[in-house]
């Protein structure tokens, strides 16, 4: 549990490094590199869960991370206001990327992919995208949720882009966070992602949450409630669970 702000990079992890870590429950704010100004990993295997990356800037790749031929498995992290040319939050090149249950919101790529960007194999093969919200993510002026990635690698999403809702469990809809102009990325009790974050029965998704961090979310409330009342306990969209405890914004650890 770590604050890493307004550093020359955050984290670097390459191949020679090892065993493969899990990163959870940090903040990542205000730093700055040349790719992947949070996280950047280099043909390298990682879990990053349960944290919060905020006004990162990349000259390149990855506002936040830059997963170059790498392993990784995001989830339930918040992504807000980071910048890059090239994947505003997130840029992937190939490897195996798999992003379940995080919330991607206002961030900005002045090229492509204003919430993430990908190319080579990742953008086809070597990506899944699960149970996350992406809502006001731009290229310049434009909406640019997601760049590179096949409407059939995501399942169960909020995204404001056009072309994946509709299908595979997708939706277009405001996710009603309780305050995004103030830092509050949490779904208020009338959120259409409540409950949304999976498919129906006989449609898995592609992968499932990591047994540990995958356990909470975002607050560290357990991450499966049923937030509907229909008496089925499902993850909602995004990386908060809908959950009467105290809510933590962006900003509130410094």
């Given at each position: 549990e770590n604050l890493f702000e307004g550093n020359r990079g955050g984290i670097f992890l390459n191949e020679v490094v090892s065993p493969s870590p899990v990163i959870q429950f940090n903040i990542f704010r205000n730093n700055f590199a040349d790719r992947g100004a949070a996280i950047d990993l280099e043909g390298y295997s990682a879990v990053v869960a349960g944290n919060v990356f905020e006004g990162n800037l990349a000259g390149a790749w990855g506002g936040a991370i830059s997963a170059w031929?790498?392993?990784?498995?995001?989830?339930?992290?918040?992504?807000?206001?980071?910048?890059?040319?090239?994947?505003?939050?997130?840029?992937?090149?190939?490897?195996?990327?798999?992003?379940?249950?995080?919330?991607?919101?206002?961030?900005?790529?002045?090229?492509?992919?204003?919430?993430?960007?990908?190319?080579?194999?990742?953008?086809?093969?070597?990506?899944?995208?699960?149970?996350?919200?992406l809502w006001g993510n731009r290229v310049e002026d434009r909406v640019s949720d997601l760049a590179g990635i096949a409407p059939e690698l995501v399942f169960a999403c909020d995204i404001e882009q056009a072309g994946f809702a509709g299908a595979r469990g997708n939706i277009?809809?405001?996710?009603?966070?309780?305050?995004?102009?103030?830092?509050?990325?949490?779904?208020?009790?009338?959120?259409?992602?409540?409950?949304?974050?999976?498919?129906?029965?006989?449609?898995?998704?592609?992968?499932?949450?990591?047994?540990?961090?995958?356990?909470?979310?975002?607050?560290?409330?357990?991450?499966?409630?049923?937030?509907?009342?229909?008496?089925?306990?499902?993850?909602?969209?995004?990386?908060?669970?809908?959950?009467?405890?105290?809510?933590?914004?962006v900003g509130d650890c410094d």
């Open positions: 031929h790498a392993t990784l498995k995001l989830q339930g992290n918040l992504f807000v206001k980071n910048q890059a040319p090239f994947g505003g939050a997130i840029s992937v090149d190939g490897g195996r990327v798999e992003v379940v249950g995080n919330t991607f919101a206002g961030n900005h790529a002045s090229r492509d992919g204003g919430g993430i960007f990908a190319s080579g194999p990742g953008g086809e093969r070597g990506f899944s995208l699960v149970g996350s919200i277009s809809l405001d996710p009603r966070f309780a305050g995004a102009e103030r830092g509050d990325y949490h779904l208020r009790a009338d959120s259409p992602c409540i409950d949304r974050g999976h498919l129906e029965a006989g449609e898995p998704p592609p992968v499932t949450f990591h047994p540990d961090p995958g356990r909470y979310d975002l607050d560290r409330d357990d991450r499966v409630i049923d937030g509907d009342g229909d008496g089925f306990a499902t993850p909602d969209m995004g990386a908060d669970e809908l959950s009467p405890s105290a809510a933590v914004r």
